[in-house]
């Protein structure tokens, strides 16, 4: 079982910086991808990036793309997500995720979700 503790969030004004970071403990079988999505009110969950354990590479929103950089240490088992250049719009919950397998078998993978933490971006 893995715990997401997540931290960094807060209020900025607009076109201002924050920087959320997530931290893994417990143990899984074989991580495959640590990332953040967000949530804004009345609004569904939605991808903002994802970086994959193996190789390093890295999906982000379309919203998000030369704003936003996510990053990881694999040995500390930590994500990074380094928000530039923020906007009201980027205003909403944010949770870090880590996809993994439990085992060889395809049908153990499982999704650990943070609690979220609140970026608020208002002037």
């Known amino acids: 079982q893995l715990q997401l503790v997540e931290s960094g969030g807060g209020k900025v004004q607009p076109g201002g910086s924050l920087r959320l970071s997530c931290a893994a403990s417990?143990?899984?079988?074989?991580?495959?991808?640590m990332g953040w999505y967000r949530q804004a009110p009345g609004q569904e969950r939605e991808l903002v990036a994802t970086?994959?354990?193996?190789?390093?590479?890295?999906n982000y929103a379309e919203s998000v793309k030369g704003r936003f950089t996510i990053s990881r240490d694999n040995a500390e088992n930590t994500v990074t997500l380094q928000m530039n250049s923020l906007k009201p719009e980027d205003t909403a919950v944010y949770y870090c995720n880590a996809v993994g397998y439990q085992s060889l078998l395809p049908s153990s993978r499982i999704d650990y979700w943070g609690e979220g933490t609140l970026v608020t971006v208002s002037s």
């Open positions: 970086i994959f354990t193996s190789g390093g590479g890295t």
């Open positions: 417990g143990s899984i079988f074989r991580m495959i991808a």
